[in-house]
Structure formats: structure tokens, C-alpha cells
């Protein structure tokens, strides 16, 4: 039996396999990443490239070694020109490329990508001593599950979804199947959103082909250098953690997310590229789209200042995920034959150490944030996520292995 199985190899199931097989002192044969991707990272990076993302918003302490030092000491081995390996207005937001060289070499110094079992986690039931998880080939056996589980569903706004079913050139830039970097050309593209994602992802395309790009945000520009203040990853959690409410935690969270928002650098980039006429960006909402003969997207856009129909041969929703609770119809499976408690919102109720259930179920990421607050989703969410999951998962092994 393991003593670990973690569903999701994402940056929170790679990070915390680090975290269980070295601090923790649990063998390395005892801990497993159960995820549908053979290489780690493997849905964090295509959605990153997707999007045209050049440098990160968070900054190098938020890393996947042990050490927060550890990407900072790296940058004298970036290939990368000094000035381009970090950003940002504390010039300390690592470049993609240098993150993700960092992030590969911590995986083969550590052999972290052994740890992996290529698979789908389908139902989460009781078991002898621990809990059982359920694939599509066959049960694995556990002492303790940490759901590692990424975002919800990609987004898609009321107007969008009649189209989604047909044969017309509309994507979300989070889909599993779209590839940015092999879209078709085009004579007019439409990006939908107004946050960080949105912005990227215009700036890539204009790049590629300037002038041909509108940018639509029902929104002016918001600009955060974070998507939630600084103090949550560590002072604003002490008044969030005394709070007994879970309802005012929730709107504690809602209220600290700067969604939508857009860093300093990006939006400088953003306005330069505007002033340049490579790409265009207009404020309103989408009222209506149809498809048009010739295969085209026709949408209706308005604002205050009335409305007007702009045509594209390819539209491509930045709108984020849906702000619903990850996991999907087996994880509403599994909370109901395990009878897990949720909050009115949802989401997990949890202990301190992010204990969902006596057996051994534990979270992090989007799943813990009732305990976590609104970084609970990022890389620094990982961090805080290990710090509570660490020190009960060593002393557990200690009992265990002393019976």
C-alpha cells in the first residue's frame, strides 16, 4: 500500500511529491502522482504557451524547489540575456522560458517524474487501512489521497455556447485541444477578455500578425502587479484563519481577487502596441454573435456609447474558468458516497492541516482555499499548502512505521 497517492501532477502534486518524499522523510516507493500526462507540468505549460505567456506574475521566491532562494541563485546559469530572465516593476517575475528550465531541472535532480502513474482518478471509496482510488485500469491503495486537482472548466459566456457546438472558428484558449502556435492565418481575430490572459494572448497574435487583432474587454483595464495583495501569502491569513465563518471567508476571497487584472508591465506592452496601431482595443460586451455565410463570426458589441458588429474569421475566448468547484462529476461522486463536508459555496471544509475526511483525504490548490484564502490556487498556494500537510504526513509515517 502507499503511503501517498496524489491526484494531479500539476505545479501542486509535483511540488508536494518533492515536499513528501524529502522533508517529510517518506520513501520515495511510497508516494505516487496519479495524472492523465506522463511529464509533469504538462496542462500548466500548454495553457502558459497558449497564451503567449513571456514572463510569470509571480515572483522567484514562488518556485518549485525546497529552497525560495533557489531560482533566484540559478538566474547566473540563464541563457537568457540578464535584463530578460526577470520583469516587473521589482524586477523579480521570472521569464517562462527560465522557469521552466528551473522547474526541469528540480524534477531531474529529485527524479520526480519516476514518482508518476499515468492515469484518471474515477472514484475515491474506503479501503482497507486507508482509502482506494479507482482508474480506468484498476485500484490503487492508499494510506492518504492529496487532491492535487487544477481549475474547473474553461469559461464560456452565455453568448458563446450555442457556437461551441458547431463547426465555427471560435476556441478558448484554455481548451485542451487549441495550440495558439498552429492557428491558421487569419484577416481579423477577436480576443474576448480583459485580464492578464487576454492581454498575453492579444499581444502574441499581433506579433505574429500586426494590425489584424481586436482586444474586447467589458471592462477598462485593471491594473494589479498581483491577483490578490502580497499579505496573503502570509499576515492577512492570521485574521482569515480566526474567522469563523466560511460565507465570510468565501466573500473575504471573492473581495481580495483582483480578477480581470492585468500586471504593469503587461499593460504598458499592451498600450504600446495600441499606440502602434498592432493591435486594437475596444470596451463593451458581446450582445449577440451569429455565424455568416461565408463562415464568418459577426458580434454585436456594445457600450454606453451604443453598439456596432465587427466581423472576425477567428474569435478566441480569454475569459478564464468557471468559478465552480474542480473536479467534475467523479469528485461529486466521491463527496457523496464519502459524504464529505462542503461549504454552501462548494468547496471543502477542512481542518488546519487541510484534512478532508479521517481517512486520509486530504487537499490543496482551488480545493483548499476556504483554509488557504485567494492564493490558494497559485505556486505560492503549493508552499502554504506543504507547510500544513508536511509536518502531520512525517509524524503519521513516524507512527506508522514504529507499530
Known amino acids: 500500500m502507499l503511503e501517498w497517492l496524489i491526484i494531479g501532477g500539476g505545479i501542486h502534486g509535483t511540488y508536494l511529491s518533492l515536499v513528501l518524499t524529502t522533508r517529510a522523510g517518506i520513501p520515495r516507493d511510497r508516494v505516487r502522482v496519479l495524472d492523465p500526462h506522463p511529464q509533469p507540468l504538462a496542462c500548466w505549460s500548454a495553457r502558459a504557451v497558449n497564451t503567449g505567456m513571456t514572463h510569470l506574475r509571480s515572483p ?15 538566474a547566473r546559469r540563464c541563457a537568457e540575456p540578464p535584463e530578460t530572465c526577470f520583469a516587473g516593476i521589482y524586477r523579480n517575475q521570472p521569464s517562462f522560458s527560465f522557469f521552466q528550465r528551473h522547474a526541469m531541472w ?4 529529485y527524479r520526480l517524474a519516476d514518482l508518476r502513474i499515468v492515469g484518471r482518478a474515477e472514484r475515491i471509496a474506503r479501503g482497507a487501512g486507508g482509502l482506494r482510488v479507482e482508474t480506468a485500469d484498476g485500484a490503487l491503495e492508499a494510506r492518504r489521497v492529496l487532491l492535487a486537482i487544477g481549475p474547473s472548466d474553461p469559461y464560456r459566456p452565455e453568448w458563446a455556447r450555442p457556437l461551441s457546438t458547431q463547426p465555427v472558428p471560435l476556441h478558448h484558449v484554455f481548451d ?32 505574429r500578425a500586426p494590425g489584424t487583432v481586436t482586444l474586447v474587454s467589458r471592462h477598462p483595464f485593471r491594473e494589479y502587479p498581483f491577483d490578490s495583495d502580497p499579505c496573503w501569502f502570509s499576515s492577512c491569513l492570521i485574521p482569515f484563519g480566526r474567522e469563523a465563518s466560511l460565507a465570510r471567508r468565501r466573500a473575504l476571497i471573492d473581495r481580495a481577487r483582483h480578477r480581470g487584472s492585468i500586471p504593469p508591465d503587461v499593460l504598458q506592452q499592451l498600450r504600446t502596441a495600441v499606440t502602434r496601431r498592432a493591435l486594437a482595443a475596444q470596451f463593451a460586451t458581446v ?14 458589441i456594445g457600450n454606453d456609447d451604443g453598439a456596432q458588429t465587427i466581423i472576425a474569421d477567428r474569435v478566441i475566448l480569454a475569459t478564464g474558468f468557471a468559478q465552480e468547484r474542480p473536479g467534475g462529476q467523479w469528485l461529486t461522486r466521491t463527496i457523496a458516497e464519502l459524504e464529505l463536508a462542503c461549504s454552501a459555496c462548494g468547496y471543502p471544509i477542512t481542518d488546519r492541516t487541510l484534512c478532508w475526511h479521517p481517512a486520509g483525504l486530504y487537499v490543496t490548490g482551488a480545493l483548499a482555499e476556504l483554509e488557504l484564502g485567494p492564493a490558494a490556487r497559485n505556486i505560492i ?7 500544513r500537510i508536511m509536518a502531520v504526513a512525517a509524524a503519521e509515517y513516524r507512527s506508522a512505521s514504529s507499530l
Open 287 to 300: 450582445q449577440q454573435a451569429f455565424v455568416r455565410p461565408d463562415g464568418h463570426l459577426a458580434l454585436t
Open 176 to 207: 485542451s485541444d487549441f495550440q495558439r502556435t498552429t492557428l491558421p492565418p487569419w484577416t481579423h481575430a477577436v480576443i474576448i477578455g480583459g485580464g492578464i490572459t487576454a492581454a498575453q494572448t492579444a499581444l502574441a497574435l499581433a506579433h
Open 381 to 387: 498556494g503549493a508552499r502554504l499548502a506543504a507547510e
Open 106 to 109: 528540480v524534477m531531474q535532480q
Open 60 to 74: 522567484d521566491v514562488h518556485n518549485l524547489d525546497l529552497d525560495p532562494l533557489s531560482l533566484f541563485h540559478s
